[in-house]
């Protein structure tokens, strides 16, 4: 059997993150094996895609808006070019706005005090009144009681988006390789490459850890290279707006109802995704009929007419989720090995500036300043 050659990188996981990452970096140049028993699978092929780093703001997290909102402004022209890439597919990219609304008099408070955080912060979200947000969308409940507006926040399909960027893989030479790691391997304290499942020995320059929930889980990292990046668990559901309803919704919609988030993101085709639970469950990816229960019953509380539509899909999946809900991003303190994992709820919206800082970094060597934050060696433990 001939020998592959070794390439400069070789990105272990298949989804949006790693396939994002391989497609840049090999656009740089480097010759990229991506390694997954099943490459364009993941979170992503379950995620709704709203692309909200403003309505997903939480106190705290303002170097993760800054991450969010650089990748946001890269996405137009990051879908417009992955589109060209892979022959023309879609990636269902859409400019819609979201608009987060408040139910009863304690979420309009909570959302006039992010309102206010946004204004400190100079973000662009207009405060509208029960009767501004209705004539936005009719179909609200009318016991709405305010909303924000954001305007730039929109929308992908991140299974069309999966789709194109293993098609641009592919077609930017990056080789597919359909197996699973089975350990990573260290020779003279740096990383060499993975050991798979198959018993197949496949060598790197550099090795980028993007296996979502699992990445720390793979045999031969050393301890405490990476943090646990643990699984949350999201039970998600898709429903059709017939056309004969007409315009249904029309941008994404937010809210807190009895204490969950709630999101509804209505697509060109007339898929309506409504997501999502929150669960501390494991790797467990069960659908119940509770989660399905909860969703539809919020679903219903901000649009009535919700439950006229077909339920035509539910599914879960899992959010890797790093110590601080921020991702990893860069070299660890393994040389040889990069991390791109840990985007809990952002996966989707962080794919873009992921790619191109990991790119940036395996091209030069640099690690660039907006990856600073983010490196996997802020969980590192100082001396006793």
């Not at 001939?2 to 993150?17: N, S």
């Not at 060209?84 to 609304?101: F, K, N, P």
């Not at 006039?112 to 501004?132: M, N, V």
């Not at 050393?222 to 998600?236: A, F, N, S, Y």
């Amino acid at each position: 059997m001939a020998r592959l050659p070794v390439p400069d990188v070789l990105v272990v996981g298949g989804g949006i993150i790693g396939l994002a990452t391989a497609w840049r970096t090999a656009q740089r140049g480097l010759a990229v094996t991506v390694l997954d028993p099943v490459p364009g699978g993941g979170a992503a092929q379950v995620a709704a895609g709203m692309l909200a780093p403003v309505t997903e703001l939480q106190y705290g997290e303002e170097p993760l808006l800054r991450l969010g909102i650089a990748s946001n402004v890269r996405y137009a022209d990051f879908c417009a070019e992955l589109a060209e890439a892979s022959g023309g597919l879609e990636t269902g990219y859409r400019a819609t706005g979201t608009l987060a609304v408040a139910l009863d008099a304690d979420d309009k408070a909570e959302l006039g005090e992010l309102h206010a955080f946004h204004q400190r912060l100079g973000l662009d979200s207009r405060w509208l009144t029960g009767r501004e947000a209705r004539k936005l969308e009719p179909m609200l409940a009318p016991g709405v009681r305010g909303g924000l507006h954001v305007a730039d926040d929109h929308q992908v399909d991140g299974r069309r988006l999966l789709t194109a960027l293993l098609a641009a893989c592919e077609r930017s030479g990056v080789r597919l390789h359909r197996a699973a790691a089975a350990e990573l391997l260290v020779e003279d304290g740096r990383a060499a490459g993975v050991l798979t499942d198959a018993g197949e020995r496949l060598a790197a320059g550099r090795t980028v850890l993007a296996a979502g929930c699992r990445s720390h889980l793979l045999p031969g990292l050393p301890e405490g290279v990476l943090p646990p990046v643990r699984p949350v668990k999201g039970q998600i559901l898709r429903l059709r707006m017939p056309p004969a309803f007409g315009p249904f919704l029309s941008r994404n919609l937010r809210a807190v109802v009895r204490g969950g988030h709630l999101y509804l993101v209505p697509r060109a085709d007339g898929e309506l995704v409504v997501g999502a639970t929150t669960e501390e469950q494991g790797h467990d990816t069960t659908v119940t009929a509770g989660g399905v229960y909860e969703l539809l019953r919020d679903a219903h509380e901000l649009l009535p007419g919700i439950t006229e539509l077909p339920l035509v899909e539910t599914s879960a999946g899992l959010r890797p989720g790093s110590p601080d809900n921020a991702p990893l991003l860069g070299p660890t303190a393994l040389p040889g090995l990069l991390a791109a994992t840990g985007h809990y709820r952002n996966g989707v919206l962080l794919a873009p500036v992921t790619a191109d800082l990991l790119a940036e970094t395996l091209a030069t060597g640099a690690v660039p300043a907006l990856a600073a934050p983010f490196s996997p060696s802020r969980f590192a433990r100082s001396p006793q």
